[in-house]
């Protein structure tokens, strides 16, 4: 086979979910390097808010045009609508799914928070369901990579963050976790946690390749998650979260939505066989439930 290029952002926690990726590729005889590219989120102002596929679409653009053969994204970034020349091949890994609470005194959890306390997030979702839990907190927008996020909480910009731990754990800083928020509680983004692998429909001979790297109960759950996502209306900015797991042939699906600012929210859990088929129906079920309970922002 010949030598790959990985394409990849510049950020610290991009690289390295790109080289987890890289490593389990080489594992099984490939030879590749990484090819930096700057995407749109990358450039935007550091008070802006990414929205929906700006981390996306810049590696889409460099593979569909050739430059690149694969690219590395965070599943939960993945807009619903793909590239219609290119594909996921692969979802290799995910690490813990779940939104944590990191804060500036290193001790406190959502509970203990004094009220009045900012708690920082550009997610909607996030600020939809600690807000929820806690309508005596202050949400204050707080936007950029996890690095420069973590530099803000410290300068006092706000007393806690809310960040997914998937993101921590790779960058070796979960010692900074204060609190790790059960999915029942904050609802994480569909794909959260989960690494998606994009390559050209076209490219046979890497998508062998990466199908030997592809994890089946990944892909069933992250496809069932995006259901939901797709059924209500929403993009990967949207205050909807759901986690599905496989276990024992058994698929368990947990979705929530949440007003964004916490005057509403609704979780639901439901349960059936781990196929296509009925991860679809439960999804859909999912979805109208949400709906009936939470209007959601069009």
Not at 143 to 160: I, M, Q, Y
Not at 192 to 201: E, H, I, N, P, S
Not at 224 to 229: D, N, Q, T, Y
Request: charged share 25%; hydrophobic share 45%.
């Amino acid at each position: 086979m010949r030598r790959l290029r990985l394409g990849t952002r510049g950020s610290r926690l991009a690289l390295v979910q790109s080289e987890l990726v890289a490593a389990r590729l080489r594992a099984l005889g490939a030879e590749l390097e990484l090819v930096e590219v700057v995407t749109e989120g990358d450039m935007r102002p550091a008070g802006m808010s990414a929205g929906e596929g700006v981390f996306v679409a810049a590696l889409e653009g460099q593979l569909a045009a050739g430059h690149v053969d694969l690219a590395v994204h965070s599943a939960k970034d993945v807009p619903l609508r793909l590239h219609p020349d290119l594909v996921i091949c692969a979802y290799p890994e995910r690490a813990d799914a779940r939104d944590v609470l990191v804060t500036r005194s290193g001790r406190d959890t959502l509970e203990s928070l004094p009220p009045g306390s900012v708690v920082g997030t550009d997610s909607p979702r996030r600020a939809g369901f600690v807000l929820g839990r806690r309508p005596d907190l202050s949400h204050r927008p707080l936007h950029g990579n996890v690095d420069t996020r973590l530099r803000k909480l410290d300068r006092g910009e706000a007393d806690g963050l809310v960040l997914a731990a998937a993101g921590l754990e790779r960058l070796g800083s979960a010692n900074r976790i204060d609190e790790r928020f059960d999915a029942a509680l904050v609802p994480p983004a569909p794909g959260q946690g989960a690494l998606a692998v994009q390559c050209r429909a076209g490219d046979a001979e890497l998508r062998v390749l990466l199908a030997r790297a592809d994890d089946a109960e990944v892909r069933l759950a992250v496809a069932i998650e995006r259901l939901v996502l797709e059924a209500t209306g929403g993009t990967c900015r949207s205050p909807v979260g759901a986690l599905a797991t496989v276990s024992g042939g058994r698929l368990r699906l947990l979705a929530g939505a949440a007003a964004p600012d916490g005057s509403a929210r609704h979780v639901v859990q439901l349960e059936s066989e781990a196929t296509e088929d009925a991860g679809a129906r439960l999804a859909a079920e999912a979805a109208t439930e949400l709906l009936r309970h939470v209007a959601l922002p069009v």
